[in-house]
């Protein structure tokens, strides 16, 4: 039995569909249901045994501890966070309170359970930090990219947030000799990401025939990676990672904002042409993101040299992937643009029309 936080986002729902699709062994899912939470993304698993949804928050200590008492996890696997830049620009108070103050309480119940745990329970427990490569700050051009050994330097509150969970986590080791193990990855896209980011917000609006808005110059870059070659990443942390160790996880895909949108639209035009020309006539260059990184590159040399990963998806491969999932599943996007998606791009993208 392993227990998952966040695991009706995109990362985390991913990761337990490839999870039980790999294994029985059970999940425990708890997640808040914020509006990054959707349980559609497991609509698949509507009945199976082997998945156990909780429908509660990190932060309360009394329901995260009976958790460990009732289902006595080996494992922590936590993806829950509030993960959307832009809304940490906004609105940073939520991302301190789940991403800091969330973690520690999950920190705290984890340890908690394992002080009193013997043998083989305590051998083999291990709480594994989902985390983001946006903590090591921002690269210029002709820079090496980031390694596990690149000192913080967060430019975001969403990352100065992260920064902080992950300085806490490898406090626990080494003040508590708790088994941690911290993952530091780059831009995830694939099936079931809500369209705020990037990726599907393009697909999106393409599709609806609205703007396709790119910050800046478009020429930030950032390092993707498909997601289910995350999923495969954290699962062999998990099984073959040092505890106390901290593993970047990357594609070897950078590209700029620019060219993902382009390729986008070149697959659109591809699929599903439209009379009116070709997708990327909808770009429009809008107002940079206020501290908006320049750059983002992993170097994934000690996951791939000491744990034996590596991606199996390019980002020509990946990106078909996931654009052609969109296609397929119209019915899942039209159910995550509630009201509250609607008040966010009019927030974020005022009078530039984003589709809602
Ligand atoms: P997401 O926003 O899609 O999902 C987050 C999930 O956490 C949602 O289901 C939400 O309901 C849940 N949640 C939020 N606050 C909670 C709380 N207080 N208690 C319980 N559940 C809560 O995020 P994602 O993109 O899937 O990212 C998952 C993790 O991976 C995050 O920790 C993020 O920092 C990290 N990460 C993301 C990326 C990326 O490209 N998306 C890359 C590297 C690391
Ligand atoms: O690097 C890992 C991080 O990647 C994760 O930790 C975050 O949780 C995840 O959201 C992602 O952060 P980014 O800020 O890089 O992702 P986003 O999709 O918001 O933006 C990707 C790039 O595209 C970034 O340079 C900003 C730009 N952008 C984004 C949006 C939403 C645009 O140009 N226009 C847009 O409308």
């Not at 729902?13 to 999940?27: G, K, Q």
């Not at 921002?138 to 969403?158: G, I, K, Q, V, W």
Request: glycine share 8%; aromatic share 12%; with cysteine.
């Amino acid at each position: 039995m392993i227990l998952v936080t966040g695991g009706a986002g995109f990362i985390g729902s991913n990761f337990i569909l490839d999870w039980l699709s790999a294994s029985d062994e059970p999940v425990v899912n708890l997640d808040a249901l914020t509006y990054a939470g959707n349980l559609q993304n497991l609509e698949s698993l509507k009945g199976d045994q082997r998945h156990i949804f909780v429908h509660g928050n990190i932060g309360d200590a009394d329901l995260v501890a009976s958790l460990f008492a009732r289902y006595r996890p080996r494992a922590v696997v936590h993806f829950a966070a509030e993960s959307h830049v832009d809304r940490s620009i906004f609105g940073p108070d939520a991302f301190f309170k789940t991403n800091v103050m969330g973690t520690l309480n999950l920190l705290e119940c984890a340890k908690a359970f394992w002080d009193q745990t013997r043998g083989e329970e305590k051998e083999r427990f291990r709480f594994l930090h989902v985390s983001t490569d946006e903590v090591y700050g921002s690269l210029r051009f002709d820079e090496a990219p980031f390694t596990e050994e690149t000192p913080y330097r967060p430019n975001s509150p969403y990352s100065a947030s992260k920064a902080s969970s992950d300085h806490a986590v490898r406090a626990w080791f080494h003040t508590y000799g708790f088994p941690v193990l911290t993952t530091n990855c780059s831009n995830n896209y694939g099936p079931y990401q809500f369209p705020e980011k990037l990726i599907p917000l393009v697909i999106h609006n393409a599709l609806s025939r609205l703007p396709l808005p790119i910050y800046g110059d478009g020429l930030n870059i950032r390092d993707w990676l498909y997601v289910k070659d995350h999923c495969e990443a954290i699962r062999t942390v998990l099984q073959k990672g040092t505890p106390g160790e901290t593993y970047n996880i990357g594609g070897r895909n950078e590209r700029n904002n620019l060219t993902i949108v382009q390729t986008i639209c070149g697959l659109l035009d591809e699929w599903v042409p439209h009379e009116a020309g070709p997708y990327a006539n909808l770009i429009e260059f809008v107002k940079d993101r206020p501290g908006h990184d320049r750059r983002y590159a992993i170097d994934a040399t000690k996951i791939r040299t000491q744990l034996g990963w590596e991606p199996k998806e390019s980002f020509e491969t990946g990106i078909r992937k996931t654009v052609r999932w969109y296609l397929d599943h119209p019915e899942w996007v039209q159910g995550v643009l509630t009201g509250a998606y609607r008040e966010w791009t009019a927030k974020q993208y005022g009078s530039l029309r984003v589709a809602g």
